[in-house]
């Protein structure tokens, strides 16, 4: 998903489960700062202190930049959780939606409202969880399981998706001045993202088709044996994911009640909204616009409020702050620590704990 879902939606849907705005923004920035937060320098304060940094963004622009321990300590365990469905190693590593370690996630992080450290921490799981209804049926690490031979759309796609595709296509050719590939027409694209512009990680070899909620396209696997059908209704599975998340910030309120008020609205009460928003054909900026205007329209909260615009830079410089601070006793109760925090304990507990407990050993 992007940060029309991953922040925009992820606020609305907190709202809507009853928490405040000013929780809601922390939730939803943290969400969103997932995909931002690719940092792996540590800053050191000026009186001996050091903040570790905790990456937990990837970067897939080129191949060759591709780290495998990237990929099982980050690309694995906050963008492909692993469902656990299958036999083989690679394939019970496969994301799957709404899966039951998705789920015991979910259930295990709740369990831990009463911690500093809380909000940034259900931002953290509104990601992954959300993740497991866009990244379904690939998987975190490089794997013949991810590689695709040609995507399909059931219907006509828009400018911003024809012009996202040249502007790829662009890109690697010069990037791989030897290698033969062409798009050859929007209704069948070759392989050749998935052969060489992303290794077989994740889902590079669909680009962001995933990731766009009102699409409804199909794609062949190269090896149909390990997964069956390429069939996909995004709307369908983010109007799931989009429940899902107002689900776990219902339980989010009564579990740390002082984070909510008594403005929260049945998901039955807003779905035909949110249909809406999500079958919209538009660029970014566009979907962003249309949870806007929901939210001013009262659709979301008692209020008719306006989406706090999501700006990475404050947590982004509070981190390098760090840097200057003489107290570093000043740091904790800083947001960019104390996403550091969330995002150790979400990882310890995702590799070192649950995974394993399926027997799946990743670190």
């Known amino acids: 998903m992007q940060i029309d879902m991953h922040y925009y939606g992820t606020y609305a849907m907190a709202r809507a489960a009853g928490i405040t705005g000013k929780t809601a923004?922390?939730?939803?920035?943290?969400a969103q700062f997932v995909d931002d937060n690719g940092e792996k320098e540590n800053v050191e304060c000026?009186?001996?202190?050091?903040?570790?940094?905790?990456?937990t963004a990837h970067h897939a622009l080129n191949h060759k930049n591709i780290d495998r321990e990237d990929q099982r300590k980050i690309w694995v365990p906050f963008h492909f959780l692993p469902g656990n469905q299958g036999e083989s190693y690679t394939e019970r590593l496969?994301?799957?939606?709404?899966?039951?370690?998705?789920?015991?996630?979910?259930?295990?992080?709740?369990?831990?409202?009463?911690?500093?450290?809380?909000?940034?921490l259900m931002g953290i799981t509104a990601h992954v969880y959300a993740d497991t209804f866009s990244h379904y049926g690939f998987s975190g690490i490089s794997s013949r399981r991810n590689k695709i031979k040609e995507i399909k759309f059931d219907k006509i796609i828009t400018q911003d998706s024809t012009?996202?595709?040249?502007?790829?296509?662009?890109?690697?050719?010069?990037?791989?001045?030897?290698?033969?590939?062409?798009?050859g027409g929007l209704a069948n694209i070759k392989?050749?993202?998935?052969?060489?512009?992303?290794?077989?990680?994740?889902?590079?070899?669909?680009?962001?088709?995933p990731d766009r909620p009102y699409l409804k396209w199909s794609f062949t696997y190269e090896h149909p044996e390990d997964?069956?059908?390429g069939l996909r209704d995004n709307p369908a599975t983010f109007m799931e994911g989009c429940e899902g998340l107002h689900r776990l910030?219902?339980?989010?309120?009564?579990?740390?009640?002082?984070?909510?008020?008594?403005?929260?609205?049945?998901?039955?009460?807003?779905?035909?909204?949110?249909?809406?928003?999500?079958?919209?054909?538009?660029?970014?900026?566009?979907?962003?616009?249309?949870?806007?205007?929901?939210?001013?329209s009262g659709m979301f909260a008692?209020?008719?409020?306006?989406?706090?615009?999501?700006?990475?830079?404050?947590?982004?410089?509070?981190?390098?702050?760090?840097?200057?601070?003489?107290?570093?006793?000043k740091i904790k109760d800083h947001s960019i620590y104390r996403f550091y925090q969330a995002a150790s304990v979400y990882r310890t507990y995702v590799l070192r704990i649950l995974l394993p407990s399926k027997g799946l050993i990743i670190t």
């Open 25 to 30: 923004k922390i939730i939803a920035t943290a």
């Open 46 to 55: 000026r009186d001996g202190a050091r903040l570790d940094a905790e990456a």
């Open 94 to 120: 496969v994301c799957r939606k709404d899966s039951e370690i998705a789920r015991e996630m979910v259930k295990h992080m709740l369990t831990l409202a009463d911690r500093p450290y809380i909000l940034p």
């Open 163 to 183: 012009t996202y595709l040249k502007t790829r296509e662009k890109e690697f050719k010069e990037n791989y001045p030897h290698e033969d590939g062409e798009l």
């Open 191 to 209: 392989s050749w993202f998935a052969e060489t512009f992303s290794g077989a990680l994740g889902h590079g070899a669909a680009v962001t088709f």
């Open 227 to 229: 997964h069956g059908s």
């Open 249 to 296: 910030f219902r339980d989010f309120a009564k579990a740390k009640p002082d984070c909510a008020d008594d403005s929260h609205v049945k998901f039955t009460d807003i779905k035909d909204k949110i249909t809406e928003i999500i079958n919209l054909q538009g660029t970014k900026a566009e979907r962003i616009e249309s949870w806007q205007k929901a939210s001013k």
């Open 302 to 329: 008692s209020g008719h409020e306006t989406i706090p615009p999501y700006n990475a830079n404050i947590w982004h410089n509070e981190r390098e702050n760090f840097a200057r601070e003489r107290d570093s006793r």
